[in-house]
T-cell receptor, first 112, second 115 residues
Framework: NAGVMQNPRHLVRRRGQEARLRCSPMKGHSHVYWYRQLPEEGLKFMVYLQKENIIDESGMPKERFSAEFPKEGPSILRIQQVVRGDSAAYFC??????????FGQGTRLTVV | DQQVKQNSPSLSVQEGRISILNCDYTNSMFDYFLWYKKYPAEGPTFLISISSIKDKNEDGRFTVFLNKSAKHLSLHIVPSQPGDSAVYFC??????????????FGKGTKLSVKP
């Protein structure tokens, strides 16, 4: 049973471009969470999704950031018009039900 | 406004001794607590959890203690091993209260276990 898969592991974008981060949850998991870790910071909650629904997006910046978890396919975190301050490690986690969440290895976004 | 606080950014312990990592929280609605371990360039790995109906949970060398009145939990690792050197994150959630269940993390404590 494969773990949570995130791709790409590393992503470099120029300012103003779009970044798309993908997350395939563990098999059978229908809860997906996205977290961001800035340098020297802890993990900051961004958004919690279940299939086709956003349950809690209280941690998402109001502009440029969006997330989806379609019926088929991975969850996508999209950042439009990236800025240098978006450079961070983005982690996805999934869980079978509410409880322990299992994390992927993260996507390191660098905006140049 | 941090709801989950790990006030020690780092901790150094001798191999074989006990490591005690501390975590405080402010939201009395939290009813489920977890510890994660993270190596550089990897995602966090779940270690151990405890629900608010318990005050202690043990799994091998790892024990988590919960003091609800003090809003404090701690992770004990005994005996500590060099392979335990990592960043440890405390996380809290409100799962039994019927809320969304997203995990709120502390900033982490970097544990170094010296041989």
């Amino acid at each position: 049973n494969a773990g949570v898969m995130q791709n790409p592991r590393h992503l470099v974008r120029r300012r103003g471009q779009e970044a798309r981060l993908r997350c395939s949850p563990m098999k059978g998991h229908s809860h997906v969470y996205w977290y961001r870790q800035l340098p020297e910071e802890g993990l900051k909650f961004m958004v919690y999704l279940q299939k086709e629904n956003i349950i809690d997006e209280s941690g998402m910046p109001k502009e440029r950031f969006s997330a989806e978890f379609p019926k088929e396919g991975p969850s996508i975190l999209r950042i439009q018009q990236v800025v240098r301050g978006d450079s961070a490690a983005y982690f996805c986690a999934s869980s079978l039900a509410i409880g322990e969440a299992f994390f992927g290895q993260g996507t390191r976004l660098t905006v140049v | 406004d941090q709801q989950v606080k790990q006030n020690s950014p780092s901790l150094s312990v001798q191999e074989g001794r006990i490591s005690i990592l501390n975590c405080d929280y402010t939201n009395s609605m939290f009813d489920y607590f977890l510890w994660y371990k993270k190596y550089p360039a990897e995602g966090p790995t779940f270690l151990i959890s405890i629900s608010s109906i318990k005050d202690k949970n043990e799994d091998g060398r790892f024990t988590v203690f919960l003091n609800k009145s003090a809003k404090h939990l701690s992770l004990h690792i005994v005996p500590s091993q060099p392979g335990d050197s990592a960043v440890y994150f405390c996380a809290a959630s409100t799962i039994y209260g019927g809320s969304q269940g997203n995990l709120i993390f502390g900033k982490g404590t970097k544990l170094s276990v010296k041989p």
